[in-house]
C-alpha cells in the first residue's frame, strides 16, 4: 500500500531544492522502490537549455545508484506541491523502470503507466528483434 502523501511530501521537500533560474519551474519527484526504499529528484537547469535534467532523472539515477530495483509508485509537484504529470521523455524513462503497472499521482488521480504511455516502447521490443 502506497503512503501517498509521505511520496508528495519527500516530492515537494526536494522540489525546493530545484535549480530552475530559467524557466522559473522548479520539479520535485519522488518515487517508491519494490524494497520500501523512496528516491526523489529534483530539476536542474541549464544555460543551454537541450541538457537541462529533469527531476524523474534525478529519481531514477538515485534508484540506480542505490542498488536498482522496481519504481512501484510516483510523485510529482510544481513549486505550489500540486501533482504534475511528467514529460513524455521522463514517461518513457519511468516505463524503464518501474513498467506499465507503475503508478503515478496526476492530477486526475491516481494512474498506471500504461495509462499515461499506452503502447509504451521497452525491453521486450527490443527482445523481440533480437530474437528474430
Known amino acids: 500500500m502506497t503512503d501517498w502523501e509521505s511520496l508528495r511530501a519527500r516530492a515537494r521537500e526536494v522540489c525546493a531544492k530545484a535549480y530552475a533560474p530559467y524557466s522559473g519551474y522548479p520539479v520535485g519527484a519522488a518515487g517508491l522502490v519494490d524494497d520500501g526504499r523512496v528516491v526523489a529528484g529534483c530539476n536542474v537547469e541549464n544555460a543551454g537549455y537541450g541538457v537541462a535534467l529533469c527531476a524523474e532523472c534525478g ?31 521522463c514517461r518513457q524513462l ?16 491516481i494512474q498506471t503507466m500504461a495509462q499515461l504511455l499506452p503502447q509504451a516502447f521497452g525491453p ?9
Do not use: K, M
Open 59 to 89: 529519481l531514477v539515477s538515485e534508484l540506480v545508484a542505490g542498488g536498482g530495483g522496481r519504481l512501484v509508485a510516483v510523485a510529482c509537484v510544481n513549486r505550489l506541491g500540486e501533482a504534475i504529470l511528467p514529460c513524455g521523455r
Open 94 to 109: 519511468l516505463w524503464e523502470h518501474g513498467g506499465a503497472a507503475l503508478e503515478v499521482d496526476t492530477p486526475l488521480g
Open 124 to 132: 521486450e521490443a527490443l527482445d523481440h528483434i533480437r530474437e528474430a
